[in-house]
């Protein structure tokens, strides 16, 4: 067979191959604003409930030590959910969200990774030590 008529019988194949092959979830980046109140200073992070991920790693937290607003952008999958856990610094048993391990129940602290909107996150002072959620 002539190398012409090779690279003709090839190319469509290729073509074909290209075209129908799985594709990755896009990367999206997600921006977070948060604002602690607490009087007491406090960390976070981010938990994906999609895949194993935890922003900004496990064994690590973001500091929220100040009452300023905190810029996170997290690199995400399109449509991913994305929940928030925070904690008083050094007393896991006042938390906000998820809490600081990511399992505890909320409401209203998870996100869909869109990629398009920036998410405000206030921490409302937090209470005594307790066993549910302050979000």
């Not at 996170?72 to 391990?101: H, M, N």
Request: aromatic share 10%; with cysteine; proline share 5%.
């Amino acid at each position: 067979m002539s190398k012409k008529m090779a690279m003709l019988l090839f190319l469509p194949a290729l073509l074909l191959t290209i075209s129908t092959a799985p594709k990755d979830a896009a990367a999206e980046d997600e921006i977070f604003r948060v604002k602690s109140m607490s009087d007491s200073k406090a960390q976070i992070k981010f938990f994906s409930k999609n895949r194993n991920h935890v922003w900004p790693g496990t064994d690590q937290a973001y500091n929220l030590d100040d009452y300023g607003e905190h810029h996170f952008k997290l690199a995400c999958e399109s449509g991913e959910q994305i929940c928030y856990g925070a904690w008083v610094t050094g007393d896991g048993s006042r938390w906000w969200g998820v809490g600081p391990d990511g399992k505890k129940g909320c409401s209203n602290c998870c996100y869909t990774c869109e990629g398009k909107d920036t998410r405000h996150i206030v921490l409302n002072p937090a209470p005594p030590a307790r066993t549910g959620n302050i979000d």
